[in-house]
């Protein structure tokens, strides 16, 4: 488990409020931006030792060596915030 500076290193490298990591109990750790995704059919999964993400089509958008890593590149698919009462996101 990461130390809180260890984890406030890695916020300080991600722009997207949404997508700053934080650590949940029994969850491991995660994001908002992950949630939200979530619920919009977005997987991960492990192969050969690396983590994937897939889109709510099945389609590989992330590839990276561990979870942490492909959290941090969250911010960097293309989504759309739409501000209202839960501030949904949607895919672009």
Not at 74 to 90: A, G, M, R, S
């Amino acid at each position: 488990m990461l130390s809180r500076r260890e984890i406030q290193e890695i916020n300080d490298a991600i722009t997207l409020e949404s997508a700053k990591i934080y650590y949940k109990f029994s969850s491991g750790y995660t994001s908002k931006l992950w949630q939200s995704l979530v619920k919009l059919g977005y997987r991960s999964f492990k192969r050969n030792k690396r983590t994937m993400i897939t889109d709510s089509t099945g389609k590989i958008v992330i590839v990276n060596n561990n979870w942490l890593g492909a959290l941090r590149q969250l911010e960097k698919l293309p989504v759309t915030f739409i501000k209202n009462e839960e501030d949904q996101i949607e895919e672009e």
